[in-house]
């Protein structure tokens, strides 16, 4: 267990519809990243999130958005599905903004895979 | 922006054979390079890594390789066991003070008994 949480593991929706994907990062872990791993497609980095702050954006879709709270809990939000948005979608976290630097190891929950029909 | 290759998609070797996994990077300036192992519907998890004032790093039956002139690393796995057999992902990170990580596509390893 790597003691990032996320919710929920599994997730079918209709296309055109809204989700939000929640995770919860390791206690202490002040940064949290979100990837997109699609078959065959790697590890697609979507965003990093310090903090309570956005710090880095990689190849995340304007349909996408993501925050982190106070607690320090982060929700990906996908809107306007569609089928080619099914994925497994990973959050990572990490005790330091450079955490994918070597500051510190990044820690992956074990994912929410989405289907959209 | 950062891009890298990973070869080959798939390696299937025999139980107690090498296995050599080779990634290259193209931004010059990247200076951490992890890699990962995920098992079939786990989630990913740091295996090695190295920095790019590294040339070489081992820990036990896993080493990792940097040759920044030519942009190029690698995985080293010895005496390949069964439970070896998983996705292995290679990573690039750092570039221009950058923390956005690049994967490559990821190494299918399969270990025949």
Do not use: M
């Amino acid at each position: 267990d790597s003691g990032v949480t996320q919710t929920p593991k599994h997730l079918i929706t209709a296309t055109g519809q809204r989700v939000t994907l929640r995770c919860s990062p390791r206690s202490g872990d002040l940064s949290v990243y979100w990837y997109q791993q699609s078959l065959d497609q790697g590890l697609q980095f979507l965003i990093q999130y310090y903090n309570g702050e956005e710090r880095a954006k990689g190849n995340i879709l304007e349909r996408f958005s993501a925050q982190q709270f106070p607690d320090l809990h982060s929700e990906l939000n996908l809107s306007s599905l569609e089928l080619g948005d099914s994925a497994l979608y990973f959050c990572a976290s990490s005790a330091r903004q450079g955490a994918l630097l070597g500051d510190t190891e990044a820690f992956f929950g074990q994912g929410t895979r989405l289907t959209v029909v | 922006g950062e891009n890298v290759e990973q070869h080959p998609s798939t390696l299937s070797v025999q139980e107690g054979d090498s296995a050599v996994i080779k990634c290259t990077y193209s931004d010059s300036a990247s200076n951490y390079f992890p890699w990962y192992k995920q098992e079939l519907g786990k989630r990913p998890q740091l295996i090695i890594d190295i920095r790019s004032n590294v040339g070489e790093k081992k820990d036990q039956r896993i080493a990792v390789t940097l040759n920044k002139t030519a942009k190029h690393f690698s995985l080293h796995i010895t005496e390949t066991q069964p439970e070896d057999s998983a996705v292995y992902f290679c990573a690039a990170s750092g570039a221009g003070g950058s923390y956005i990580p690049t994967f490559g596509r990821g190494t299918s390893l399969i270990v025949h008994p």
